[in-house]
């Protein structure tokens, strides 16, 4: 009888825990079903799924993706966008830290479970670069610093990546401007001149938060953003409709000698509109009249950067806004080019994140887009070179691709290059 008894009870404790394995599987699909609503929509309750992610970890407490998921939606309750950046607090940056630090230690550095948008080591990055912001706004410099230091303490910065944007600051000049997109840029570089106290003289502006109220104003108040528009006008900027016209910068600088550039500026957003940051761009460049130098960070996409493509000239990392449309010149984007540092693979944990996979996969696209411009300027041979450089000093040992349709292009653009043909 009391063996009986004793495998009645194991029977029912093995079914309670089963029970519970389903519903904390059924909580986790319900949790990731509210977090991919379109925002646009259905704006997703984080709340609710805060709430069904605690149950999760609270019984699958080694479920790596459940530990992912519950720090986005303890992120996305503390900010939802670059427009409540602002409202974060201490405590819920600290808790959606940990949640992340919980998943990557699970994951014994590299997280393999579904991805929201970015890797668990960017949203330590992004969690504690966001609260950081916060204390800027309200001046508490060292609050700020130390919110980058726990972001490196923590898993958020990768030397490997770091020594990237190094490199993306040495390519301005001094004083410069520098427009960058993405959570990667705006808060790597705030940790090198924030606590490395490297190259403080660069101006850069992240171009999604130029589209949120408080973002513009501030830069302005602390002499960052050179407009022709009082505070209470930048506050009025907005998207708006827009017809493909032709705009016009003006020099003022005399070591260029041009007096001004020209080019047609189509819509940036849906084929209708300008975009608020778009506006701001464009007066902060006629204000500017090449006064200081402006550069955009190499991914920038061309609709983001106005369609100055034909004034850029390519500097590696970089572009740089010039005087002169198309003026690039192999020979000295070669000696830039040279200059790239390569990827030393004594200690390849920025391989465990996917994001630092695709961002520094932009030292291969430098090579690339110098072997297009050679290719343009009827200099074939010069063209392979730059490709073949590439495959040299960034093997896919050292720098995977970070998807196969990019291994297949860059690798049709080399045949291409071997056949002489025109990229």
């Known amino acids: 009888m009391k063996k009986l008894i004793s495998y009645i009870l194991s029977f029912l404790s093995v079914a309670a825990l089963h029970a ?7 909580f986790l699909e319900r949790a990731k079903t509210e977090m991919k609503r379109n925002r646009f929509d259905f704006a997703p309750d984080y709340t609710q799924a805060v709430s069904l992610l605690q149950k999760v970890v609270a019984v699958d407490s080694l479920n790596a993706e459940a530990w992912y998921y519950y720090g986005y939606a303890l992120d996305r309750m503390n900010s939802f966008d670059g427009e409540t950046m ?23 550095d590299v997280y393999k479970g579904e991805i929201l948008l970015l890797d668990p080591h960017t949203k330590i990055l992004s969690v504690w670069g966001t609260q950081a912001y916060r204390y800027l706004y309200e001046n508490k410099r060292d609050s700020a610093e130390w919110c980058m230091r726990q972001a490196f303490q923590r898993g958020g910065i990768n030397k490997t990546v770091v020594q990237y944007f190094t490199q993306v600051l040495d390519e301005c000049t001094p004083g410069a401007y520098l ?7 705006l808060y790597y570089l705030l940790y090198l001149q924030m606590v490395d106290r490297y190259r403080v003289d660069i101006r850069y502006i992240d171009l999604n938060l ?36 032709k705009v016009t910068v003006i020099n003022r600088n005399e070591k260029y ?28 460049l006629q204000q500017n009249k090449f006064d200081r130098d402006v550069f955009f960070a190499g991914d920038v996409p061309s609709n983001m950067r106005l369609f100055l493509d034909d004034y850029l000239q390519s500097k590696g990392l970089t572009s740089k806004v010039v005087t002169l449309a198309k003026t690039d010149n192999t020979n000295e984007l070669e000696i830039r080019l040279k200059k790239l540092q390569h990827i030393y693979p004594d200690s390849k944990s920025y391989l ?28 074939p041979q010069k063209a392979l070179e730059f490709i073949e450089s590439a495959e040299r000093k960034y093997t896919e040992e050292v720098l995977p691709f970070f998807a196969e349709e990019t291994k297949t292009w860059f690798l049709q653009l080399k045949q291409k290059a071997l056949n002489g043909e025109k990229l």
């Open 352 to 379: 465990n994140n996917r994001d630092n996979i695709q961002l520094l996969n932009n030292y291969r696209f430098a090579y690339t887009t110098a072997a297009f411009i050679a290719s343009q300027n009827n200099q």
């Open 86 to 108: 602002l409202d974060v607090e201490l405590r819920q940056t600290t808790r959606a830290s940990l949640a992340f630090e919980k998943c990557i230690a699970l994951s014994n």
């Open 257 to 284: 000698t041009d007096t001004a550039i020209t080019w047609n500026l189509p819509p940036t957003y849906a084929n209708k509109f300008l975009l608020r940051s778009d506006r701001i761009i464009l007066n902060l």
């Open 20 to 26: 519970q394995d389903n519903e904390a599987a059924r």
């Open 179 to 185: 427009f960058t997109n993405g959570d990667m840029y």
């Open 210 to 245: 130029l589209n949120t109220r408080w973002y513009p104003g501030w830069l302005q108040t602390k002499g960052l953003l050179q407009v022709s528009l009082s505070a209470d006008d930048l506050q009025k900027v907005a998207a708006d409709k827009w017809v493909a016209q």
